[in-house]
């Protein structure tokens, strides 16, 4: 049994207001944008692919006191075909904040993709990388941030982190609800954003 916890938000947006959608649906029949904290029910409602790139917020801590080391973690595609189709549709209104929280890079269209542990900035104090091995336990868990990019190819792909504890070891997958997560390159697809005072889609300047 894994002596770890987590929990997984795939539908975190850069900065808390920048994202792209790619939908199989013309502007006049996609909704509004939702507010970041409904982007779950509003993506799944409209069949909405990750455009470009995915942001993954792991958050994970031991099962009790005893200290669980997080040794690695891992990316692995399962499968690339050709950019989906669609419309894309940027969910940004103007985003603001200075912070550029610390997560791992991964750049999909790799032969061999790998987390890169990047450094964040706030206001211009630089934020450490996440360096591992770090530990975690019930009273000290850790949020990663996951930034999955690609240009040029629609990417299934999941994580598997690494752990061990008291003389054990093991790896947890970490993918979408049973299911790999789905980034898709934005390239050449017709691109949208919402006006609010006409309460419509229009092209991207």
């Known amino acids: 049994m894994s ?43 409209q069949s909405a692919v990750h455009g470009g790139k995915t942001l993954v917020r792991l958050s994970t801590q031991g099962l009790s006191d005893t200290a669980v080391v997080l040794e690695a973690l891992r990316v692995r595609v399962v499968g690339r075909t050709a950019p989906a189709e669609g419309n894309a549709y940027a969910m940004d209104q103007g985003c603001g904040g200075s912070i550029t929280p610390r997560h791992f890079a991964v750049d999909l269209d790799k032969d061999r993709p790998i987390a890169r542990a990047v450094a964040g900035n706030d206001a211009g104090s630089p934020i450490p990388a996440v360096r591992m091995p770090y530990r975690v336990s019930a009273k000290d868990p850790e949020v990663l941030l996951v930034a999955a990019e690609t240009g040029s190819c629609d990417c299934r792909w999941y994580l598997e982190l690494d752990w061990s504890s008291q003389g054990h070891q093991g790896t947890v997958r970490i993918d979408d609800d049973g299911r790999p997560f789905r980034t898709s390159a934005l390239d050449g697809l017709p691109r949208y954003t919402y006006n609010t005072l006409g309460r419509r889609w229009e092209p991207y300047d």
């Open 3 to 45: 002596p770890l916890t987590w929990t997984v938000d795939s539908q975190a947006w850069e900065l808390g207001c920048g994202h792209d959608y790619v939908i199989v649906k013309p502007p006049s029949q996609v909704p509004p944008p939702p507010a970041p904290q409904d982007a779950a029910p509003w993506a799944a409602t």
